[in-house]
């Protein structure tokens, strides 16, 4: 049998103790993200077109979008962060940031909140909608 | 009247002691691990949780089991610190060891019950050398009680260097320490899953817990007995000896049960065994 | 005596993932065990009959979080050898670099979770320390730190520059440098050989009969790695598969400690063969709807990994199968299994290398 006393993790333990330890205290600590992280969509309404092409290509089918109310939601809990919408976007309406989505707590789901849902409205319908609608089918 | 005193202050003071040393302990376990680590009353907070936890009863024997088993665990730290004789202290000692694996054994989970035989294997793997200690101990100082140890001229661990080495070993069973954690660990990442404790919960746990920073201070108290020239000796040795523990348990793997029971039989025998064998042949 | 039965899952501690193996005990020796599964399906390869065929990438890749960048590979690999698309050089580059800081990331993932499993925590510890540093690679380059969303049919998605490569190689270096200290540590600690040394031991001739697939395989002595056969460049790296010969639980643990300086070797390599510059073509894009069915392989970290997919001319795949390394493993393990302590029973199982996720879907 090898020697019980020749114990090879001693050196790597002690020198763990006397040096940084690896680990944060997170929430008040928090990591800066990298500069190519998928962290959470980012969606301008201001020059978003109700084509619908990124809810029809969305994988996880997070995005609704409605042409005529002219609204876009977004349900960030089905989102996989997969960059898709922002690669399809003609607009250049939806942008990826790297900054991760904060948890959710159970308070946020309270007085009927739906966690995680993000929407946006547009502007009145103007000749943008009838132009985008030639354009989108 | 005095030796009440010294019983209650045991009761008060040692699970205090205990919580406070498993703080650390988790402190210093984290900090090898290069982790930060939990705050220093984190096992109070713990306990503390666990008493507001509704807890599952699974028979009704169960509860007063563990209950008797955190009993007797502060009766035998107060009986050791009020004058009974060591001896018997070392027998109620087990007493109680066994309440747990009585607890243990009465639940339906077969993660529990092998938890309880593997407990009953360390048990068997300790309880001959705590025997021999006490009575080596009583041996060499003439006395039978925790006062009279101590106020012995004797130097206690001067005559027994072996009893010292095999109290390293055997210590690491009593605090659950790898490489000798095999019916429960602290991590319950084990293939018994927490083994012993696997079927108790909220306050039948914090009884185990509560429980063993008696146990923990019990051995402490079993340290100043060997290093008897005086109390804070005793208490600074055994804080020694529980930061090599804790280093141990960080850079080992658990030992099976055959490794365990033989390696302790071979401790005392050799360290335990040897050294008062030699008292005997040099006391002639 | 009445016999124990031990419920070893769904939920174990020791398990990362969903599998039962009733133990049948008599006193600690393991008499029988009885392999159920069931308790991870999710229904993915059937989710080919409502997804699109662009869009199931992004599903298979969900098939495990470990081998997760290899599952998205192995789809889009068998997409392009459907619809006949020529994969840009430097992405097919871009993919072996990724697929083998995978097998890196997987083992030292592996190393921790047996090293918990024998009751080591500190050495578990710092092996998921290192793979957070390969986490870290993964989150610069990719975006995802476990689900990667590089791969597309036709090619990758992001490009990595030449100097972000060297860094990266610099970073594996001193990785498998410091790495050096931990596989001393798994190959002297007496503790170790206590737990892993002449445990469970796979003969050659039970691995070939059993089919036992990747380092579970090597371990035995058998000199199998799909990566020999040259697909996705594999031909123009020059590589020995480890192999060793014990076939006992310790031998499979080293085989996989061989493997991570040889995976950062392979990135080495690929990194000086590739084409370099920046704004390379990376993707080309298939037109139209593929037709035919195709077989895949490729070794992942724990194995050989098969895909099948049938194509019929809609946008929906008829088809898609993926035959995962655990599943070709899992015979092998139960035969080791049974006769051993109950204390064996974590290690066996870990030394497999389970992903129940793959095996189920």
Not at chain 1, 44 to 59: E, F, G, I, K, Q
Not at chain 2, 119 to 140: N, R
Not at chain 2, 157 to 174: D, H, N, S
Not at chain 3, 65 to 80: K, N, P, Q, R, T
Request: aromatic content about 8%.
């Amino acid at each position: 049998m090898a020697n019980p006393l020749n114990l090879p993790m001693v050196p790597r333990a002690l020198r763990n103790v006397v040096s940084r330890p690896a680990t944060r205290r997170y929430p008040a600590e928090v990591r800066t993200p990298f500069e190519g992280a998928r962290g959470k969509i980012e969606f301008d309404v201001s020059t978003c077109n109700y084509c619908m092409l990124c809810a029809r290509r969305c994988p996880a089918a997070a995005i609704t979008v409605n042409r005529e109310e002219r609204t876009w939601a977004i349900e960030h809990l089905r989102c996989i962060a997969c960059n898709v919408c922002v690669e399809v976007c003609a607009k250049k309406s939806l942008a990826m940031s790297n900054e991760p989505r904060k948890p959710h707590t159970p308070a946020d789901s309270r007085d009927g909140h739906r966690p995680g849902h993000e929407e946006w409205h547009g502007e009145a319908p103007d000749a943008a909608v009838t132009a985008a609608r030639g354009s989108g089918a | 009247m005095t030796l009440a005193f010294y019983a209650l202050l045991f009761v008060i003071v040692a699970p205090v002691f205990g919580g406070l040393l498993a703080g650390a302990d988790r402190i210093v376990t984290a900090r090898m691990q290069s982790r930060v680590g939990p705050p220093l009353l984190q096992p109070f907070y713990d306990v503390g949780k666990l008493f507001q936890k509704q807890s599952r009863l699974l028979n009704p024997i169960q509860e007063p089991l563990l209950l008797g088993h955190v009993v007797m665990m502060a009766a035998t730290g107060a009986m050791m610190v009020s004058g009974t004789d060591l001896i018997l202290v070392t027998f109620v000692f087990a007493l109680a060891s066994l309440l747990l694996v009585l607890a243990a054994g009465s639940a339906y989970s077969p993660y529990s019950f092998a938890g309880a035989e593997r407990e009953l294997i360390v048990l068997l793997a300790s309880e001959p050398f705590f025997i021999l200690m006490m009575a080596a101990i009583c041996k060499v100082t003439d006395a039978s009680t925790f006062g009279a140890v101590l106020a012995s001229p004797t130097w206690v661990a001067f005559q027994l260097p072996g009893i010292l080495i095999a109290f390293l070993m055997v210590a690491t069973i009593k605090l659950r320490k790898s490489p000798f954690d095999i019916s429960t660990s602290h991590h319950a990442h084990q293939e018994l899953v927490s083994g012993l404790t696997s079927d108790m919960s909220g306050r039948l746990l914090a009884y185990v817990e509560l429980a063993h920073w008696y146990e923990s201070a019990l051995l402490c108290g079993f340290a100043v007995l060997l290093f008897n020239w005086s109390i804070p000796l005793g208490i600074g040795a055994f804080l020694v000896a529980y930061a090599a523990e804790v280093l141990v348990d960080n850079v080992t793997s658990r030992a099976k049960w055959q490794l365990v029971l033989r390696s302790t039989w071979v401790a005392t025998l050799l360290f335990a065994g040897g050294n008062v064998l030699a008292l005997f042949v040099v006391g002639r | 005596m009445k016999k124990t039965i031990i419920p070893f899952g769904p939920q174990h501690p020791v398990l990362p993932e969903p599998l039962v193996l009733d133990l049948i005990l008599d006193d600690e020796k393991v008499i029988d065990a009885v392999p159920t599964i069931g308790y991870i399906h999710r229904g993915l390869e059937m989710m080919v009959e409502r997804v699109e065929y662009t869009e199931m990438g992004f599903v298979v890749e969900r098939i495990c979080g470990i081998c997760s960048f290899m599952h998205g590979m192995g789809y889009a690999v068998s997409l392009e050898s459907i619809m006949n698309v020529e994969v840009p050089e430097r992405a097919k580059w871009l993919r072996l670099i990724w697929a083998e800081i995978s097998r890196v990331q997987s083992h030292l993932l592996w190393l921790g979770l047996g090293a918990d499993a024998f009751g080591f925590e500190n050495l578990f510890m710092h092996c998921w320390r290192m793979r957070e540093e390969v986490l870290d690679i993964f989150e610069k380059t990719t975006g995802g730190r476990i689900i990667h969303s590089v791969n597309r049919i036709g090619g990758v998605k992001r490009d990595v520059s030449d100097s972000e490569l060297a860094a990266i190689l610099a970073r594996l270096q001193e990785l498998a440098k410091a790495f050096e200290e931990t596989a001393r540590i798994f190959a002297s600690d007496p503790s170790i050989a206590h737990r892993l040394g002449g445990v469970g031991v796979l003969s050659a001739a039970d691995a070939l009969e059993t089919a036992a697939v990747g380092p579970m395989a090597r371990a035995s002595g058998i000199r199998t790695d799909t990566r020999l056969y040259g697909a996705n460049l594999y031909d123009q790296i020059e590589f020995e598969p480890v192999v060793e010969t014990a076939g006992d639980c310790l031998a499979r643990a080293v085989v996989r400690m061989r493997e991570i300086p040889q995976s950062i070797d392979i990135v080495r390599q690929a990194i000086e063969k590739m084409p370099k510059g920046e704004g390379l073509p990376l993707e080309n894009k298939p037109r139209g709807n593929p037709v035919g069915e195709t077989f895949t392989r490729l070794e992942q970290p724990r194995g050989e990994v098969l895909y099948y997919v049938k194509a019929n001319g809609t946008k929906y795949l008829e088809r898609f199968r993926a035959r995962t390394p655990t599943f070709a493993n899992i015979p092998a393990m139960i035969k080791l299994v049974k006769g051993c302590d109950l204390a064996d029973v974590p290690n066996i199982i870990l030394t497999i290398d389970p992903c129940i996720s793959c095996t189920e879907r």
